[in-house]
């Protein structure tokens, strides 16, 4: 027992990772189409999106901070790129870098409410939920902008275009999320940034005392969070053929979750990249899999709430268990 | 006499209409342990805030090594070879004692634009170091500093402070919350941190614990020094005290 519990401590994410195989177990044996390939590459499609998101959010969880606006940025984006396309004779890669430019700018804005105002992020991010969400509706009429006129650029193949693999189609997406999860967990684990992000959500008031810069650090991460989520709001707008300015309505709380479920604290100071990846693929089997199975899409969040709950109870357990210290 | 390591002239603080400090003079000289003590509200935390870059000085200079230095920020003082050590120890609890050690000061394997950390590197100087500060058990670099005892902490802080090759290391309060056990094992790093050549001011409420480790013991009240060169091995604690409360004059 204190050997497991020893290895849950140091490995965060050995819990989520034996829940994710049993989900696959069990989802499996009640319903075998639910390993198919036509179902894993539906699944794989939509999951990296999502995903995308959830790799940054953990960064800037483990510096100590969240952002809420992930899901309108994810919305706001892809609006203004097709905008911007549609309505003037710009290319499309002056549309999408002039979008992501926005989604960086509300990044910093974010950033520097919370670090130069000492605004709380719950707040800041708050309201730039309510900013974004509104400038999409507002630029739109609130209808969706066609996208459909893309197909025909290198950019949409470069982002979204499929690989067909035997029965196994694979989208562009994975790529980009495969290349952002190395990429993040490297830096966070392996690098000089990755320890001052850790630092500047265990202790900022300690690591400031050494030197490390806290606010540059978190300011660094809250642009990279919109960032990710307009890339990510891009590439689901070209794979679905619709700019919807209420796309991404809820997704701060499901990548919250996400993050959470994989081990990372929700305080600030512990994060893992791979605890998210299982994080993620957790959430998204299970809204797969009980529709699978047969129970009603609506029970969705019960199951969600439940798993928080216990995952939850999980890491609290571990950590009383091993800090002896006090 | 040794080298004059840090002069405090005539250094004041105010809060508004308040008084912290009152034009201060205070010298440290290399190898030399200064006992700072005072009841609370003396103007201890004031002067150690403002020697430790936390908070600026309305007057006064500070000099280091003979040289007049600007203490705007704490990095300041790190860079002026001042490093504090608060009872809390100032360490990142969820870092792995190597990565709290190097904080700041990573040193970086290859090329600067991935900035990997040097871990093999951080390592091996951790364990070095917690032979040298004298922590007797063997505990791995790579532990989280959540697992470790109040004591523990402090050597690491200690070790911190050590490796960086400070010239002054001001320990506020470090034997709060300790047991008995630990708290001699804190003043055994203060001995092995001067017997390597570094200076300390130490700040504790148990005045006990004062006696123990320093050469000299300096008293503060209402923002004022009002002893400066108690030598701990002539006088008692009794006189000591009577100065701190005022009851001496």
Not at chain 1, 51 to 60: D, V
Not at chain 1, 79 to 92: E, K, Q, S
Not at chain 1, 271 to 283: A, N
Not at chain 2, 126 to 148: F, H, R, W, Y
């Amino acid at each position: 027992m204190g050997k497991l519990s020893k290895l849950l401590s140091v490995r965060p994410e050995v819990g989520p990772a034996v829940l994710l195989v049993l989900l696959i177990v069990i989802f499996t044996s009640i319903n075998p189409k639910f390993l198919s390939i036509l179902n894993i590459s539906n699944t794989l499609a939509f999951t990296v999106e999502l995903g995308l998101i959830a790799l940054a959010m953990t960064l800037l969880m483990t510096s100590g901070e969240f952002d809420l606006s992930v899901g309108s940025v994810f919305g706001l984006t892809p609006v203004i790129m097709w905008a911007l396309f549609n309505g003037t004779d710009i290319p499309l890669e002056f549309a999408f870098l002039f979008a992501m430019a926005i989604a960086i700018c509300i990044g910093l804005i974010n950033g520097w409410f919370v670090t130069y105002l000492k605004i709380p992020s719950f707040l800041v991010t708050l309201g730039m939920l309510l900013v974004a969400r509104g400038t999409a509706l507002y630029i739109t009429d609130g209808f969706p902008q066609r996208t459909w006129n893309a197909s025909d650029e290198w950019l949409s193949a470069v982002l979204v275009g499929d690989i067909q693999i035997g029965a196994l189609r694979l989208y562009m997406s994975l790529f980009w999320f495969i290349l952002a999860a190395v990429l993040l967990h490297y830096t966070l684990q392996k690098t000089k940034f990755g320890n001052w992000i850790q630092a500047s959500g265990g202790n900022a008031h300690a690591a400031r005392a050494r030197g490390v810069r806290v606010d540059a650090t978190k300011i660094k991460l809250f642009v990279l969070s919109s960032a990710l989520a307009g890339f990510a709001g891009i590439i689901s707008s070209i794979r679905t053929s619709a700019a919807n300015p209420n796309s991404g309505t809820g997704y701060e709380l499901e990548v919250i979750a996400m993050v959470v479920i994989g081990g990372t604290a929700l305080m600030g100071g512990r994060g893992t990249i791979v605890g998210t990846v299982i994080g993620i693929f957790i959430l998204r089997l299970m809204r797969n899999g009980i529709v699978m199975i047969g129970v009603p899409g609506l029970a969705y969040n019960i199951f969600i709430g439940a798993i928080i709950l216990g995952m939850m109870a999980l890491h609290s357990w571990l950590d009383r268990r091993n800090h002896s210290g006090g | 006499m040794s080298e004059l390591l840090v002069q405090m002239d005539n250094v004041s603080k105010s809060y508004g209409p308040i008084t912290a400090l009152g034009g201060v003079n205070l010298s440290v000289y290399r190898g030399e342990v200064v006992g700072l003590l005072g009841d609370n509200g003396a103007g201890k935390s004031t002067l150690i805030k403002v020697l430790s870059g936390a908070v600026r000085a309305t007057g006064g200079t500070i000099s280091i090594k003979g040289r007049q230095v600007e203490m705007n920020s704490t990095t300041d003082a790190i860079d002026n070879g001042i490093e504090t050590i608060y009872q809390d120890s100032a360490l990142v609890t969820q870092l792995s004692i190597a990565r709290n050690l190097f904080l700041g000061r990573e040193p970086i394997k290859g090329s600067k634009f991935f900035g990997r950390m040097d871990e093999a590197k951080m390592e091996a100087v951790a364990s070095e170091l917690l032979k040298e500060v004298g922590i007797s058990k063997n505990i791995p670099p790579t532990t989280p500093i959540s697992a470790l005892s109040g004591g523990e902490r402090q050597a690491v802080a200690i070790a911190r402070a050590m490796h960086f090759e400070s010239d002054l290391i001001i320990l506020d309060e470090p034997t709060n919350n300790l047991g008995v056990a630990e708290t001699q094992g804190v003043l055994q790093f203060v001995r092995n941190a001067k017997a390597s050549g570094h200076s300390c001011i130490f700040i504790a409420h148990n005045i006990h614990h004062v006696f123990q480790v320093v050469d000299r013991i300096v008293v503060m009240r209402r923002g004022a020094i009002v002893a400066d060169d108690i030598d701990p091995k002539t006088t008692t604690v009794d006189a000591v005290e009577r100065i701190i409360t005022g009851m001496d004059s």
